[in-house]
């Protein structure tokens, strides 16, 4: 399938199923338009008469450029047959192998956020703590179930994970001892609102945190409107400072900064900037979940706006960094060349199947953003995972398992989208949230262009 769009004074020719990207004027860009719709001489008579006026466009010209075009057909370069969709059955059929888990250490949070999906850290149950037992059967559960696979990512989450800190620490400390023994490696992430960080929370995430990601909105203003403690008050002026101090002594060590943008700043590349000239270069802004009538959620209006906000992100990021200011954006980070595998490519997180989520008692869910939907409950760390017609249900959600997908250029990219977002607007993990393909697809969009113009490509 090929797409074709044009971005940044660049007329970008994609084709999907080979990733293959070409960068061609205006009069290849309608050749290939047309290519497998017209007669070849009908082709050439209709880009005559809107280019002929042009220098060296003639009809031998244009043929030679259409023989370009059969040869790209030839190498699968241009209009590449999908040849992917039995690989998508052989990854339903797969093993069962546990590669990264989510370990919610703690269901409750002091800050107080309105639009927090986690119902305030508590997932719509009481607030609670996990206990070392529980933490340390999650290390082992994890190892027991990781097969032959080396690397394992675990991340410390909630609610707001340092509320739990003794505890952090001493499932790292027993995950260290375990990975010796079973020849494992942990890498650790933990993700903060930044309330409680302190000199020891940074030391320790120095030097055991594979990455920390650190909650801010942006601007003061947009910040403060939701992130706020149970009086009423903003965070900003108290974490800002913390987040700064941390990101100074981490170095060359992997962070981002992740915000939320909601109904309230469908401008949200002013808090990406606002970020950028605080100091921190690896940014990421989401959009909001929540309901569709939630007060937050993006309008068909705001999404309008925040496709051109991708736009003029993409675009400050190229001037930045000629001036020498580059940052980071972490949704228009994409490698064309190695890139993830097909498999990958396909089954996207591998929520369910290779990735699970862990509440402080210890039940098990696809994912953070299932975590308290009782019907997405596939087991606990003491008996395995039993709900296996839940388990086999995310199996079988990948890049061809919706009907809107198989006519779209992107799945190949988004695997068919996140089952959470899909869930959460249509309720089943196999609908199709179409704003998020919107936002999806105009991200791919510009990520390109970036490389393009950045001379990657």
Known sequence: MVHQYKLGGYNIVLDSCSGSIHVVDEVAYELIAGFKDMPRGELVEKVLGQYGHLDGVDEQELNTCLDDIEQLEREGKLFSKDEFEPLAQQVEQGENVIKAMCLHVAHTCNLNCSYCFASQGKYHGERELMSLDVGKRAIDFLIENSGSRRNLELDFFGGEPLMNWEVVKQIVAYAR???????????????????????????????EMQNVVLSLDGRKEIHDRFRVDYAGNGSYD???????????????????????????????????????????????????VCAPDDPAALTDE?????????????????????????????????????????????????SGTEYVAVTPSGELYPCHQ?????EYKLGDLWQGITNEECRNAFRQCNAYSREECRDCWARLYCSGGCAANAYHATGSINGVYSQGCELFKKRIECAIMLQIASGEI
């Open 302 to 350: 705001d999404v309008k706006t925040v496709l051109k906000q991708y736009e003029i992100l993409a675009e400050e990021m190229l001037r930045r960094k000629r001036e020498g200011r580059p940052f980071v954006f972490y949704h228009y980070m994409l490698d064309l060349t190695g890139g993830p595998c097909i498999y990958k490519r396909i089954t996207g997180c591998g």
């Open 370 to 374: 299932f975590v308290g939907e009782k």
């Open 238 to 288: 108290r974490v800002v400072p913390k987040f700064q101090e941390f990101v100074r002594r981490r170095g060359d060590r992997e962070y981002y900064m992740r915000g939320t943008f909601t109904h309230a700043n469908p401008d949200f590349t002013e808090d990406v900037f606002h970020m950028a000239d605080l100091g921190f270069d690896r940014l990421s802004m989401e959009p909001v």
């Open 177 to 207: 001892e375990r990975e010796k023994q079973h020849g494992k490696n942990f890498r650790f992430t933990l993700t903060t609102n930044g309330m409680l960080i302190n000199d020891e929370v940074i030391d320790f995430c120095n030097r």
